[in-house]
């Protein structure tokens, strides 16, 4: 990414409502899995640090991220309790000798060159029958400023997705769209990006205290929704998948 992407996330990431609401449902998603109270849990790009702290309700943490700079903030955000080591898929994982009930692979996936060879690389790390929770952008229309900025290698359908998880070796457990119901908001900003190329991407920085908490409400709802059924459309994707 960007170095100043970096440093925008660290800024932004406990109360953009972007990242809270992604949280939250992810959270939840985790928390139906059934894992053992003793649950290993691995973060694959894990940035500054956001969901560490989420992650370590659920089991024992560690990490992996390639830039210094987010490694060093992620390290002082978690005061060191987390192993956070410097790596990079899909050929440079300082883990390859440990096994994980839990791998989270949160909007890494779209930054990857071979996103095959990724996928393929992260099934030695999953004990058999724990599982991949990972999430990317959906739609190559959807593409803007904000993918350029972050260097985004593409974006995704769910066929797509499905397509790759199947052809990796992976049982695709759960693949759905989310973040449907601000999707419209989403749509009429990128198109207002494109007619103003120019400018900053719409809703990259935080919005005022009383909009931001409303679009996070109506983001983390969707934790109530995404473990009864799969949503058809949305800004991003979420799938589970399980080692075989």
């Known amino acids: 990414m960007d170095p100043s992407a970096y440093r925008e ?4 990431q406990d109360r953009h409502w972007w990242f809270r609401g992604r ?17 290993q849990i691995l973060e694959i790009g894990a940035g500054t640090g956001g969901n560490l702290d989420m992650l370590a309700a659920f089991g024992s943490v560690s990490a992996l ?20 080591r410097d790596g990079r898929l899909p050929d440079r994982i300082p883990f390859e000798n440990s096994r994980y ?48 900025k972050l260097h985004h290698q593409r974006r995704y359908t769910a066929k797509e997705l499905a397509r790759r998880a199947i052809e990796t070796g992976w049982t695709v457990r759960k693949l759905s769209y989310f973040n449907t119901l601000l999707f419209p908001l ?20 935080t919005p005022a205290p009383f909009v931001n908490e409303l679009l996070f409400r109506l ?7 995404l473990p009864r ?6 800004v991003s994707l979420v799938a589970l998948l399980t080692h075989p």
């Not at 949280?23 to 649950?39: F, K, Q, S, W, Y």
């Not at 983001?219 to 929704?225: D, G, I, K, P, T």
């Not at 059924?229 to 949305?234: I, N």
């Open 101 to 148: 009930d839990l791998v989270c692979l949160f909007d890494v996936l779209e930054h990857v060159d071979d996103d095959r060879a990724a996928l393929a690389a992260i099934r030695p790390l999953v004990k058999p029958g724990g599982h991949l929770l990972l999430t990317v952008p959906a739609y190559r229309w959807l593409w803007g400023k904000h993918d350029e």
């Open 219 to 225: 983001f983390s709802a969707e934790q109530y929704l």
């Open 65 to 84: 991220e390639m830039d210094q700079y987010a490694r060093e903030f992620a390290t002082a955000k978690t005061g060191g309790s987390v192993d956070i």
């Open 229 to 234: 059924l799969d949503l058809p459309f949305g």
């Open 9 to 12: 996330m660290a800024e932004t």
């Open 186 to 205: 989403a749509a009429v900003g990128r198109l207002a990006d494109k007619l103003n190329p120019g400018g900053e991407a719409l809703g990259s920085s």
């Open 23 to 39: 949280r939250e449902v992810l959270a939840n998603l985790i928390g139906r899995l059934g894992l053992p109270t003793d649950a």
